[in-house]
């Protein structure tokens, strides 16, 4: 099993950045691909952006495209996604996911995860 745990959430004005962490712990070296989601109230949740462990490749939804950054810290187990020029539509509670299998795409659907965080609020102020 993997656990992961994100942090780093809070308030924030439109044009501002944040950084929000995700801490994996647990059977991390079974992790292939790890990813951000969103969900805001009333909202599917959808993807944000996505990491494969290894080799570091990314993949972004469009509507976060130059203005957030994914990275991981392989050797701490960890996973960031910088936030910036952020906009009040961003606002919703953002969930880290890890993904144990191998398999050809970008890692862009809720199922292609099997470990999930409990999530972090993240709120854009107009």
């Known amino acids: 099993q993997v656990q992961l745990v994100e942090s780093g959430g809070g308030l924030v004005q439109a044009g501002g950045s944040l950084r929000v962490s995700c801490a994996a712990s647990?059977?991390?070296?079974?992790?292939?691909?790890m990813g951000w989601f969103r969900q805001a109230p009333g909202k599917e949740r959808e993807f944000v952006a996505s990491?494969?462990?290894?080799?570091?490749?990314?993949y972004y939804a469009d509507s976060v495209k130059g203005r957030f950054t994914i990275s991981r810290d392989n050797a701490n187990n960890m996973v960031f996604l910088q936030m910036n020029s952020l906009k009040p539509e961003d606002t919703a509670v953002y969930y880290c996911?890890?993904?144990?299998?191998?398999?050809?795409?970008?890692?862009?659907?809720?199922?292609?995860?099997?470990?999930w965080g409990q999530g972090t609020q993240v709120t854009v102020s107009s």
């Open positions: 647990g059977r991390t070296f079974s992790i292939y691909f």
């Open positions: 996911a890890g993904s144990r299998r191998y398999f050809s795409g970008r890692y862009q659907h809720t199922a292609d995860y099997d470990y």
């Open positions: 990491i494969n462990w290894s080799s570091g490749s990314t």
